[in-house]
């Protein structure tokens, strides 16, 4: 959803912190943003430098250099008066743009997934990366509620590839078809799988979340080094 005003939630607002976006543990600071409008006034760092945008063109996927600019507008309507809005340089829109990432440079990618999927406990979905053994991503969770109103509680999200598992996020309670997949591919240039989800709980906002597998620590797959929260209304 490129734009906050076409986000068809019911009237009730949460507001999510704003401010910069940070890796985790040492190293690059990683940001993740998208080009779109969000709800009350937000700052994001690195607004003069260039940033990395995820584009797809003639069936290929593509890094390429962006200039941002971010302005705050009055809204027509919503939870709040004025909007911050997000714009890129280029016609066509980004699906995320990436800013601290080693290996970012302009050229093309390996993608296996993009898209928003809600991944449901008992239905892995496998990944594939090139002519490597497939990445696996699953889920575990206790289904309730009737339909119409399903929630799952000890949800979790795991990856897994040859021996190694890793959990990649952890509720207490989630909507169905809240938090899921929104890319796969090697966003790095390591020859490993890198992820961006959407860590939500519920059907309101977004809270999307980088993990790449430069950043991963011993024995694990990836490491979360973004996130983006934005709020629904």
């Not at 309730?144 to 990856?159: H, S, V």
């Amino acid at each position: 959803m490129n734009s906050l005003f076409t986000l068809a939630f019911p009237i009730l607002c949460v507001v999510l912190p704003s401010g910069p976006l940070a890796s985790q543990g040492a190293g690059p600071v990683v940001h993740l943003l998208k080009a779109q409008d969000y709800y009350g006034r937000r700052s994001f760092e690195g607004q003069d430098s260039v940033w990395y945008g995820l584009y797809r063109a003639n069936d290929q996927w593509l890094f390429l250099p962006s200039r941002v600019t971010i302005d705050t507008i009055a809204t027509p309507r919503g939870c709040t008066s004025a909007a911050t809005r997000v714009g890129a340089d280029r016609a066509d829109a980004a699906l995320f743009l990436i800013q601290g990432l080693p290996g970012l440079s302009a050229g093309p990618l390996q993608v296996v997934f993009d898209g928003s999927v809600f991944v449901y406990p008992g239905r892995p979905r496998e990944l594939r990366l090139g002519e490597a053994d497939p990445y696996r991503l699953s889920a575990r969770g206790t289904r309730r509620g009737r339909p119409g109103d399903i929630t799952f509680a000890g949800y979790e999200l795991l990856l897994d590839h040859g021996v190694r598992k890793q959990v990649l996020a952890s509720f207490d309670v989630v909507e169905e078809a809240a938090p899921g997949l929104v890319f796969a591919g090697d966003l790095d240039r390591d020859q490993r799988l890198d992820l961006i989800l959407d860590l939500r709980r519920s059907y309101v906002g977004h809270r999307y979340a980088l993990f790449v597998s430069s950043f991963a620590e011993r024995d694990s797959l990836v490491l979360k080094v973004a996130e983006l929260p934005i709020s629904g209304c």
